[in-house]
């Protein structure tokens, strides 16, 4: 089973952003969590069906 065919695993875009954050060092990393989460969480809103109007 590879790590796209598992429930929950993040995609390779998700996976590549995660790994440039780690790479960062510590105190610069917050920022980044930040945006990320932000880019998730519109890309989520986009394509949640029930709050789309007909």
Do not use: C, N
């Not at 590879?2 to 960062?24: F, M």
């Amino acid at each position: 089973m590879t790590s796209e065919e598992e429930p929950g695993a993040p995609s390779d875009e998700t996976r590549e952003a995660l790994d440039a954050i780690e790479a960062l060092p510590l105190e610069e990393r917050a920022a980044g969590y930040l945006g990320l989460a932000e880019r998730l969480r519109t890309e989520l809103e986009h394509s949640d069906p029930s709050r789309q109007s007909d």
